[in-house]
């Protein structure tokens, strides 16, 4: 006797909506005291901000922006049960995340190894706005690239289940709330890179 396995789709994206949602708050409070200590020293939060690797910020949004359009097009690729098309494009949706990872790696190896980091002599002797700025830097990028991690992980199982075919055009809730996820991780960085690069 063979039963009908039940799937709550609405339920399963509900859940992933109440899930960013809590994740935007987290990130949310993170610019907000961002917003709070810019006015308090925007002098210091300028010069800091010019420490900031332009060229590697710039790089690693221009990956996550193609990032996310290859997650989409994964999600429309599996929609029209092109498996193969999907897969290819989340393998390269996670490509880009080892990528941003390495170069968010080699900025901060190379901030650490000229004394910028919380704590460091360097920041000490200087403007305590500075010391504040990177703080909330190592912080709010760490905390990001967690995120960028998970979210490769993440959408690792979900081509490896488009691979095997458990993920189909009848049935891509693990896809669809993957790519939800990833562009959450893009969307962040997007506020990210002009708080912290483009400092004036």
């Known amino acids: 006797m063979s039963h009908a396995t039940h799937r709550d789709y609405a339920g399963a994206k509900l859940g992933m909506w109440l899930f960013l949602f809590t994740e935007m ?3 949310g409070g993170l610019f907000i005291l961002y917003a ?3 006015h308090r020293y925007p002098a210091e939060f300028a010069v800091a901000g010019h420490r900031l ?4 910020g710039t790089a690693n949004t221009a990956i996550l922006l193609t990032s996310s359009l290859l997650a989409a097009l994964a999600v429309t690729a599996v929609q029209r049960d092109e498996g193969r098309v999907a897969f ?7 490509v880009c995340a080892g990528l941003f990872l390495v170069i968010k790696y080699a900025e901060w190896s190379a901030k650490i190894g000229h004394g910028i980091y919380p704590g460091s002599p360097d ?7 500075e010391s504040v700025f990177f703080g909330l830097y190592y912080l709010t990028t760490g905390l990001h690239g967690l995120h960028v ?12 289940r488009v691979k095997e075919g458990r993920v189909h055009a009848g049935d891509y809730i693990w896809l669809e709330n993957g790519a ?3 562009h959450l991780v893009d969307l962040v960085w997007i506020f990210i890179f002009p708080l912290y690069y483009l400092m004036l």
């Open 53 to 56: 690797d332009l060229v590697l």
């Open 36 to 38: 709070v200590y810019l």
């Open 88 to 94: 290819r494009a989340l393998g390269g949706t996670i």
């Open 25 to 27: 708050l987290l990130f």
């Open 149 to 160: 991690l998970i979210g490769g992980v993440l959408l690792a199982v979900v081509a490896r």
């Open 123 to 129: 920041l000490a002797a200087g403007p305590p706005g």
């Open 180 to 182: 939800l996820y990833w």
